[in-house]
């Protein structure tokens, strides 16, 4: 295996050579709780430490040339946890956006605005909006609900746009390769139309504790995966 | 781990007591081209020999009191494969289909039957039909497409009946446990609505080298899953 050498967030990191890249990746940051429990924290200490990863995750798939990334932010399920988990998991989405925001990527938010949950700052990523040298696109899910997504279709269109196309998550793509971290094996609500043929790979680790390894395991599964889309 | 011994199929065999079992599971039975090509068969040759891991699956689901199993047949992407394959795995579901129906079992087909494709012998189980004693529900997919299952909620109904529980899958609940040979870890569009939570698991041996084995580390792997729906 060939590696790049990359200067990533101001280290140089040795990236393999791949054969084949998923053209949008969509990530499940799972385990933010679990890892705050296992040190000894509270629930609700471990999302702070969800930032970082992902602006890694951003910065190693800009670097090698991946087209698109999703984000799960949180969902309206999410929200029925406790207000402090929730403030922390909102604050969390806020400032990973923010920090997007200072790179290059064309941002765009998806999810339920017409609730107080939905924070007023991201308002403005509803359309996408190009940052710096624009590029990759970089989408979140922020107060996401697969329902509201799929009834959307229904519910906000003239007869003539009533189609699976027009859900409210209509502006993103087939995901390829779905990541999620903390070792469950399952969508949680995430994107059911863009997800039928994606390929999964769950990481055992929590998401606070991210490493580059990860993200390389998933793209050497991926390039060997037999692309059929369920033919 | 306490077992229980239960005759199925003429012989005895060892099941374990589980603290928890799944309500409803979905089989995905990937693999019987490979399984085929692997022992120097032509690809369609595996199809039949994946109707006994069916009934297998059946036997030990019925004796262990599951209340629902969903069997991927076959889906519309499927039929873009060569006649041979195609008239291959739509004879093995076929003959599924018959061989549960004499057992007991409440047997529901889901499919698109305005085709060619969809065999004539199925269309009477496409409203639910009780064999023998009935109790354990039975679903096949036949011919079923994900876009055709969701589109049907927006074509087939009236206005007031345009709602994401009007899909053509309507009468399958969520999924609690999906279980998928073969080694990918896809959907491959399998009832993207009754998935959004669901536990995968994925059983690397193709579909008709299947033991029981299989489907006792999957439930296995579920008993200690922490069930959230998303929250």
Redesign the interface.
Known sequence: MAFLSKEIGGYFLDIPKFKRLPRHIAIIPDGNRRWALNRGLEKHEGYKNGITPGLEVYDICEKIGISEITFFGF?Q??T??PQIQRKAFVDACIKSVQEISKRDAEILVIGNTNSDVFPEELLVYTNRVKVGKGKIKINFLINYG??WD??Y??DNSTDSK???ENIASADIPRIDLLIRWGG??????ML??Q????????IDEMWPDFKPEHLFNALEFYQD??I????
């Open positions: 969902t399920d999410n029925k946890r697969w329902y799929l009834m279709a229904f009533r189609t699976i469950r094996c399952r969508l949680s609500g059911p139309v997800t039928v043929y994606s390929d999964i790979y769950v995966q037999d059929t889309l369920g033919g």
